[in-house]
């Protein structure tokens, strides 16, 4: 980890879910009220480990972070893939005493800007409206992180395999508008993320193939509409 070389444009930053609603003239003075930290972090890098207690909330900049769960014997579970201009670590800076559940680990080199909760939540003379305008951005990530994790947990309530990841495919390609989409994974991250193993996966998919059900490419995948009997 190390210090960010070259901190983000306010151009960026007013376009990011937690800044909406701010000005490019605005954001000198939020910012400089809630005094944020500018990091690098290399690929596969720790940014947030499982069991840590946590003050600060995450926004990756450039790069891309996993959210990763991780049982006793090292069985890996994505939770979420965060892009640049999302944040996370909210759910336990806000809870002071509540150890990570999971971890945030940098999936690519990425950088990554760091605000004290505390920082966030703290009324102050020169910034109080924008104070307000943070709470309810962060209000609202959450719910849409919310909606993310029911998601998740409905194609993970499917009783095979083949079921997981048709729901799975089948919200991809609605969510993409067409029956021809890409998907966010590689295998390993798709097993891991649907809770399956990868190899009864990659089978499972080969055999839809088969079928006529889809076609693949990496993470490229083409739907067909009619299923066969």
């Keep these: 980890m190390s210090t960010a070389g070259t901190q983000v444009s306010y151009a960026f930053l007013k376009k990011t879910s937690l800044f909406r609603g701010t000005?490019?003239?605005?954001?000198?003075?939020?910012?400089?009220?809630?005094?944020?930290?500018?990091?690098?972090?290399?690929?596969?890098?720790?940014?947030?480990?499982?069991?840590?207690?946590?003050?600060?909330?995450?926004?990756?900049?450039?790069?891309?972070?996993?959210i990763i769960e991780e049982d006793f014997w090292g069985n890996r579970n994505i939770i979420a893939d965060i892009w640049p201009g999302d944040i996370f670590g909210e759910s336990y800076a806000f809870l002071p005493g509540e150890l990570?559940?999971?971890?945030?680990?940098?999936?690519?080199?990425?950088?990554?800007?760091?605000?004290?909760?505390?920082?966030?939540?703290?009324?102050?003379?020169?910034?109080?409206?924008?104070?307000t305008r943070l709470v309810q951005n962060i209000l609202a990530e959450s719910a849409k992180k919310n909606l993310a994790l029911t998601r998740k947990l409905s194609h993970m309530s499917k009783r095979s395999t083949r079921e997981k990841l048709l729901s799975y495919l089948s919200s991809q390609s609605l969510a993409?508008?067409?029956?021809?989409?890409?998907?966010?994974?590689?295998?390993?991250?798709?097993?891991?993320?649907?809770?399956?193993?990868?190899?009864?996966?990659?089978n499972e998919l080969c055999k839809m193939r088969d079928e006529g059900m889809l076609t693949f490419d990496k993470s490229s995948f083409h739907l067909k509409s009619e299923m066969p009997l």
Excluded: W
Excluded at 122 to 131: I, L, Y
């Design 23 to 66: 000005t490019e003239e605005e954001l000198p003075k939020l910012l400089g009220c809630i005094e944020p930290a500018y990091r690098d972090f290399s690929k596969n890098e720790i940014i947030l480990r499982q069991g840590e207690d946590i003050t600060s909330v995450g926004m990756v900049l450039s790069g891309r972070v996993q």
């Design 100 to 131: 990570l559940r999971v971890s945030a680990i940098a999936a690519e080199n990425s950088s990554i800007l760091l605000i004290d909760a505390r920082h966030m939540l703290e009324v102050c003379s020169s910034a109080c409206r924008f104070h």
């Design 176 to 202: 993409a508008g067409s029956d021809q989409f890409e998907i966010p994974f590689n295998r390993q991250q798709l097993a891991d993320y649907l809770c399956v193993d990868r190899s009864a996966m990659s």
